[in-house]
């Protein structure tokens, strides 16, 4: 009865919309403005952080983050040379980019531009941030600035160090690297003045700061790289200001080559304005061919050139009635649900596909064009309805995941899917009317009764002749194709490296290793925001000794909590004193004590070296190779300062230009050292700004942790590793990589755990719609394989699933199920024996769909993105799987079940009138 | 009576976890006889994997004894050739190195004990371990069966009872003839490296394993001791070897 009711309405509606096409027009209008009310309860998330579990205090963590923290949105501007090049080139390239970043210009776009490291700040209290041992140890050292004593205190420094603990070394790597290079510049300038050269003052200052202060630029460790910052005025949020980050990189291009270098740009904003470009690279030229080709099929088998309207009309309208239910349901449309409605059109087209197929047969079989409408629904309408219900209630199965992510994905999905099935049902008789009228009021005969071109696709002709044959043996060789390659579905993997979903060889990625290697910085990491230093304070003693952290940075190191600096502070006075009333410049120098500490020196560089290539410290070995002229075969293989200073200070000729050295370090280490014992307490408002940017929130009440990773935090396994030993220190760091993560459970787990459930639902459906257990469950049949062969295939290939093309999942089951549906349908209707006409009728509109889906999909190949890439392989041979199985198999088994086994396939309703 | 029946229940758990617990120090004091030798001479290759890449092979000849229920160790460096020379000494928990380079000896800190061996995935605690064993110094517990290369074994459990290096291992241990096959190595909260144990040969009484590999679960590293040679109760191991001034004599 309830079948019946569900025709009758349909027909009903065909009937008067097509006839009265303005009233009906007025109600969808009505219908629209309603739906429309949900725009204002919209609002568009496109951020990150939308994708992260909601009002977690991780993501309002994050969220602050990215909004407050000005360095969260940096461009990391990546400089380089060829090896034999100079530093200097390097640094001049960075002024310049400084220079015209820093301009008026910019001001739209830049905030700041950091290129150097403040060395007044750490000039004027370097030794407030020491640790209180360490100051200890540096006041010990640094009390004689004659040169035998101070090149004693290095060595007693270095042998503490090394006997100490060689990881500190590891971990210390870039600040040993600069602390090493000034010490071969000072050793240099001692042996110039033992050989009677004399030294430029300036010079010596610079060495000795950049031995107490370290390098100013930031620079790899052989110097053939920097690093400059820039700040733009927006955050990564800000997709639509991602053109700015095109103009930077332009110009910092044609700066660098001016200067003889090159140069690009990283950053996570990079990133992501890269994978913008990318997702669309490749993506136009296909899309535009595959739009086309769509419209073409539509006009030529409809054979009406106003069918790309009067399908795309109601497609338009179905997406405006989606987004304002989505609006009235959900509230918000982030990265992905945005993403689905694009998807949407390809899912909504299908429906129109299925009425116009049935409408121009029915004209072709003699019909008059408001009695074909009429058909048309009767005849498909059903199966429409119980086609949108199975796809709607695949996707609304995903309204029951854990993440928040497809739990709204579920929604939109399902109010989508039934927003385009109403929107077509309601509109396209209307839309038919209408210019059915037209054409009689002009005169002009419907071009339909013109062609001679039957909808009756020749190929599922000879298909529907094929099964109705030999359905035994169709059977079985489809059966064995999919048993075969289900076979190895366990195989399929879950990507859980969103950087393997990029485009290949891109730069902004491929320079974030390139961090890791030369600079030692980690390409994400883990953020902790907290408003107490001292908390900061804690949590990085606890954190750095977790073996997945590489480093902890935070405010602490150069504003370091009133407590700690008031500890530090009776030091450092006391220190003061003693630099005030250290011994005068020895005017004298003790030739053979200087050689002693020389040759003390090189064997303590000779050591470190042995433990750095022991402990395969690839940054400082190389630099320790080159001081100590020793390779890795542990042979000398060059003459070294050590060799040239040994020979200068053996010979016999005294140098005063040496006693004029040694003041000239006397006089450049007290300036710098009384500089440095500041007692004075850092406040906030003495920080540098790059500082600020760095840790302080732009309102002042927040500061922020970073915590890198010692391995490559975008992979799966360290990732993992990496999360859970800081989850077992604090539970409030938050990141980029939790979205990663976040999104790989959903691939993982929500998608596998929803899929099963939509089965459930989709089951229920068929069961309350064709009233007949055995047909639903044989309906089950084509889609189970086709997961199987997909899975096989995708194990086979090493196509892994990802967050992007999971949603091939439900769309199997939606799309999958409904080709299987249109056939039992049609089945039913027109009996046994008739198999042959089913395929060539219903098959004709199945191999439409599929095909106008798979045109779609596949304009995702050609993209450089390989997340868009393999979402378009994924699905494309997803539909294709479907379609097959639903035409050779699912027919077969029909006819073998339904028309040699004798069993029956009638609703129970039926069977008891039967009775 | 039902509480009864609850209390009858706990007593035969604590009895069963008891009698578990007590089976698994036994299984473990058995598979600890690989490690309880009071005197050998081992000359190995360590091979250490970075990723794909595999770095020079470092072949070392190791000395051990144990006197007086002290351990003493020295490891001395045959190649690569940048290495040659270079020498480990441990007595008890004090660890001193001989440079190749300069010849010079240094001790260092006990802390640097949990530090790389070698930039390999050992620490030198890891080396020093097995020389104790493991029975005396954790609670144990059987917590399952595993199957390691066609091998029946039993999971068991280890929380260290004093100050150690790391916070739970999971060893498996044949159970037709005690063997230590798998030992996974927890800290922080996570699974960080893996021993494998494999390639065991009859030395003397007692089936010793002669490929030894440590993976690290949290980065791409692996680090592979084959060894070459063998002798427990080596005339080789004197106790002279054990002294700084010895480190100091090498060349």
Partial sequence: ?915 | MKRIRILVLLLISICSAWAYSGEAEEILAQADEVFTIDSLYQKSSMEIFRGSKAQPVQIMESYYLKEDGVGHSLTVFLAPKRMKGTAYLTVADDLWVRFASTGRVRKLSSSARENAAGGSDFSYADMGEGNDGYASRVSAKIIGSVLIEGMECHRIEMIPTGEHQYEKIIAAVTKDSHRYLQLELYDNGIHIKTMHLSDHRLVDTIHYPFIISMESMIGDSKTVITTMEIEPGSSKVKRNLFRTTYLKSLR
């Fill in chain 1, 1 to 915: 009865m309830r079948i019946r009711r569900t025709e009758k309405l349909l027909s009903a509606w065909a009937d008067w919309s097509s006839i009265s096409y303005r009233k009906a027009f007025v109600i969808i209008v009505v219908i629209t403005a309603l739906l429309s009310l949900g725009y204002f309860k919209l609002h568009m998330e496109m951020t990150f952080y939308s994708l992260m579990p909601k009002d977690t205090a991780s993501v309002q963590d994050f969220q602050v983050i990215t909004e407050e923290f000005p360095f969260a949105s940096q461009i990391v501007v990546v400089v380089g040379t060829d090896r034999e090049a100079d530093t200097a080139q390097v640094k001049q390239t960075i002024d310049a980019l400084q220079k015209e970043f820093s301009g008026p210009q910019y001001e739209q776009s830049i905030e700041s531009v950091y290129g150097k490291v403040d060395r007044t700040f750490l000039q004027d209290h370097g030794l407030m941030l020491m640790e209180r041992e360490d100051l200890a140890r540096f006041s010990d050292s640094y009390q004689d600035y004659n040169l035998v004593p101070l090149l004693r205190s290095f060595n007693d420094d270095f042998e503490r160090e090394y006997t100490g603990d060689a990881d500190a070394l590891e971990d210390e790597q870039l600040e040993a690297v600069s602390r090493f290079q000034s010490l071969e510049v000072l050793l240099s300038l001692i042996d110039q003045a033992a050989r009677g050269g004399e030294t430029d003052e300036q010079q010596v200052l610079m060495t000795i700061e950049d031995h107490l202060l370290g390098e100013s630029y930031i620079l790899s460790e052989d110097g053939h790289m920097g690093l400059m910052f820039i700040l733009p005025t927006f955050t990564i949020n800000d997709f639509l200001e991602y053109g700015h980050i095109l103009e930077i990189e332009e110009n910092v291009r044609e700066i660098a080559a001016a200067q003889g270098t090159t140069a690009g740009l990283t950053g996570m904003i990079v990133v992501g304005k890269d994978e913008m470009v990318t997702s669309e690279q490749g993506l136009g030229l296909s899309m535009i061919i595959a739009f086309t080709l769509i419209i073409m099929l539509m006009i030529l088998v409809f054979r009406m050139n106003s069918a790309p309207v009067l399908t795309g009309l109601p497609l338009i309208i179905g997406i405006i009635w989606t987004v304002g239910a989505s609006g009235l349901v959900v509230g918000r449309l982030n990265i992905i649900t945005a993403m689905y409605l694009v998807a949407l059109m390809g899912l909504g087209i299908d429906y129109a596909i299925h009425i116009f197929s049935t409408y121009i047969q029915s004209r072709d079989e003699g019909l008059s064009w408001h009695d074909g409408i009429i058909f048309a629904y009767t005849t498909s309408g059903r199966g429409i309805i119980t086609g949108g219900l199975t796809t709607a209630a695949a996707f609304a199965a995903l309204a029951f995941a854990e993440s928040d992510i497809l739990r709204e994905l579920g929604i939109v999905a399902g109010i989508g899917i039934l927003c385009e099935m109403a929107a077509m049902l309601l509109m396209i008789p209307p839309l038919l009317g209408r210019r059915h009228q037209r054409l009689e009021r002009k005169g002009r005969i419907d071009p339909i009764h013109r062609k001679s071109l039957r909808l009756r696709s020749t190929m599922t002709g000879r298909i529907g002749i094929l099964v109705q044959r030999h359905p035994g043996k169709i059977l079985a060789v489809s059966l064995c194709f999919g048993v075969i390659l289900s076979l190895f579905a366990p195989g399929v993997r879950i990507e859980d490296n969103l950087m393997e979903m990029e485009a290949k060889g891109l730069e902004s990625i491929e320079l974030q290793d390139l961090l890791v290697e030369e600079f030692g910085m980690a390409p994400d990491g883990l953020f902790i925001l907290s408003s107490d230093i001292q908390e900061l304070e804690g949590l990085e003693e606890e954190l750095s000794e977790l073996q997945t952290v590489a480093s902890v940075d935070s405010i602490h190191s150069y504003l370091p909590s009133e407590e700690r600096q008031l500890l530090r502070r009776g030091l450092i006075t006391e220190y003061a004193e003693r630099i005030s009333q250290r011994p005068p410049s020895d005017p004298a120098i003790d030739r053979q004590g200087l050689l002693d500490e020389v040759f003390r020196l090189e064997m303590n560089l000779m050591e470190l070296g042995d433990m750095a290539y022991l402990g395969k410290m690839e940054r400082i070995s190389p630099v320790l190779n080159r001081i100590t002229g020793i390779d890795d075969e542990g042979s000398k293989y060059r003459r070294t300062v050590f060799d040239d200073l040994a020979a200068s200070l053996l010979s016999d000729a005294a140098s005063p230009q040496l006693q004029l050295l040694q003041s000239q370090v006397d006089r450049s280490m007290a300036y710098l050292l009384t500089d440095m014992a500041d007692p004075q307490l850092i406040t906030r408002e003495m920080l540098p700004d790059m500082f600020r940017d760095s840790f302080v929130s732009r309102d002042g009440s927040r500061y922020i942790m970073t915590i890198n990773a010692k391995e490559n935090p975008w992979v799966g396994e360290h990732r993992e590793a990496f999360t859970t030993q800081v989850g077992s220190v604090t539970g409030r760091a938050t990141g980029m990589i939790l979205v990663a993560d976040q999104l790989t459970y959903m691939a993982a787990n929500d998608g596998i755990r929803s899929a099963l459930l939509a089965l459930l639902i989709v089951g229920l459906i068929l069961v309350a719609d064709f009233r007949n257990i055995r047909l639903a469950l044989l309906t089950f049949l084509p889609l189970l394989l086709s997961f199987g062969t997909l899975f096989g295939i995708m194990a086979i290939t090493g196509i892994r699933f990802d967050f992007i093309n999971v949603i091939a999942i439900p769309l199997l089951i939606g799309i999958g199920i409904d080709d299987a549906v249109h056939i039992d349908h049609r089945y039913r209707k027109e009996g046994p024996g008739s198999m042959d006409r089913v395929i060539a009728r219903t098959g004709t509109a199945v191999l439409l769909t599929t095909i106008t889906t798979i045109i779609g999909f596949a304009s995702f190949i050609p993209s450089v993105m390989r997340a868009m890439r393999s979402t378009g392989i994924v699905l494309s041979l997803a539909m294709a799987l479907a379609f097959f199985y639903s035409i050779f198999l699912h027919p077969a088994v029909l006819i073998l079940v339904h028309e040699r086994l004798g069993a029956s396939f009638a609703s129970w309703g039926d069977k008891e009138e039967e009775s």
